[in-house]
């Protein structure tokens, strides 16, 4: 099957896993990129660059591309964590809860294809205004933020 997931990333499996923060590091990430999906790490507001760059470097073993998903309230606290992300480089980085519009720009300049999530048409509308790539529609139910 052929969408602009698997084209975007050369993907065999149109999927890209949940940024799931505390439970989503680079060895599941890595797991679903190699079945050919899109891997993604999920980042704590309390990781460190350290942890960042280590579980990007486990995930990048599968050859195969990953994402980060960052929490944008976390970001203004822990500065390092943006700075952590794009000197991994990875394919993919989701932004979401709270004011990701500035880190957007820079994220796509790296070459990095920037997704954010929406929970209403709102916040959908808006970060179609802010530039991003992709939007995920976020159920109330959702959990695992990242």
Known sequence: MRTWLTERFGLTVPLVGAPMAGVGAGRLAAAVSGAGALGVIGVSSTA?????????????????????????????GNP????????????????????????????????ITVVTQAGTTDEARAAEQ?????????????????
Do not use: C, N
């Open 48 to 76: 460190t660059a350290a942890w960042i760059a280590s579980e990007a470097a486990v995930a990048a073993k599968s050859g195969r591309p990953y994402g980060i998903g960052l929490m944008a309230w976390a970001l203004a």
């Open 80 to 111: 390092a964590q943006f700075e952590a992300v794009l000197a991994a480089r990875p394919r993919l980085v989701s932004v979401s809860f709270g004011p990701y519009e500035r880190y957007v720009e820079e994220l796509r300049q790296a070459g």
């Open 130 to 146: 802010a530039g991003v790539d992709a939007i995920v529609a976020r159920g109330a139910e959702a959990g695992g933020h990242g």
